[in-house]
T-cell receptor, first 114, second 115 residues
Framework: DAGVIQSPRHEVTEMGQEVTLRCKPISGHNSLFWYRQTMMRGLELLIY????????DSGMPEDRFSAKMPNASFSTLKIQPSEPRDSAVYFC????????????FGSGTRLTVV | AQSVTQLGSHVSVSEGALVLLRCNYSSSVPPYLFWYVQYPNQGLQLLLKYTSAATLVKGINGFEAEFKKSETSFHLTKPSAHMSDAAEYFC?????????????FGTGTRLTVIP
């Protein structure tokens, strides 16, 4: 099992540009989570999906952020337009969706907006 | 509502010394509890989890944690610290409810091991 795969590992973009982060969950996991990690705010849950359906997006900071899960093996997190304050490490995690399993995290995407 | 509080954002220990990282939880129903470790430039990795089978839980890399309901605690310990244990550690909680699968993480404790 290759684990949760995120791409790209690093992204540097200019303010105002669109950024798309990608995630492939572990096969068979039906829950997927997007987190953002910063020094100031720690780990923040942005959105999570069950069976490809968004369940809770209350953590999405503003309308510039959007997430999709078109199928069980792929999810994207898009920021449009990006701003310097979006600079952070973005993690994707997946789980089998049944308690008491924890999450398996990807290695993250480090986003820098200049 | 459920949450975890990690006491001490930074902990330093000497190599070979006891490691103790503190976590207290708040939950209106019996919780599931987890410890994760994050090494530099990596994602979070599950160390151990409490699911009510036993109050003393053993995890990877020699770590263990004890669930104490009377103290609402789930502290992480290791008898002898190694240099490789230097990392950030996160406590997390979720509820024992069908469908309530989202974890709530603490703010993390950065462990430094002094040679």
């Amino acid at each position: 099992d290759a684990g949760v795969i995120q791409s790209p590992r690093h992204e540097v973009t200019e303010m105002g540009q669109e950024v798309t982060l990608r995630c492939k969950p572990i096969s068979g996991h039906n829950s997927l989570f997007w987190y953002r990690q910063t020094m100031m705010r720690g780990l923040e849950l942005l959105i999570y999906f069950n069976n490809n359906v968004p369940i809770d997006d209350s953590g999405m900071p503003e309308d510039r952020f959007s997430a999709k899960m078109p199928n069980a093996s792929f999810s994207t997190l898009k920021i449009q337009p990006s701003e310097p304050r979006d600079s952070a490490v973005y993690f994707c995690a997946s789980s089998p969706g049944q308690l008491p399993y924890g999450y398996t995290f990807g290695s993250g995407t480090r986003l820098t907006v200049v | 509502a459920q949450s975890v509080t990690q006491l001490g954002s930074h902990v330093s220990v000497s190599e070979g010394a006891l490691v103790l990282l503190r976590c207290n939880y708040s939950s209106s129903v019996p919780p599931y509890l987890f410890w994760y470790v994050q090494y530099p430039n990596q994602g979070l990795q599950l160390l151990l989890k409490y699911t009510s089978a036993a109050t003393l839980v053993k995890g990877i890399n020699g770590f263990e944690a004890e669930f104490k309901k009377s103290e609402t605690s789930f502290h992480l310990t290791k008898p002898s610290a190694h240099m490789s244990d230097a990392a950030e550690y996160f406590c997390a909680v979720t509820l024992r409810q069908t469908g309530a699968n989202n974890l709530f993480f603490g703010t993390g404790t950065r462990l430094t091991v002094i040679p």
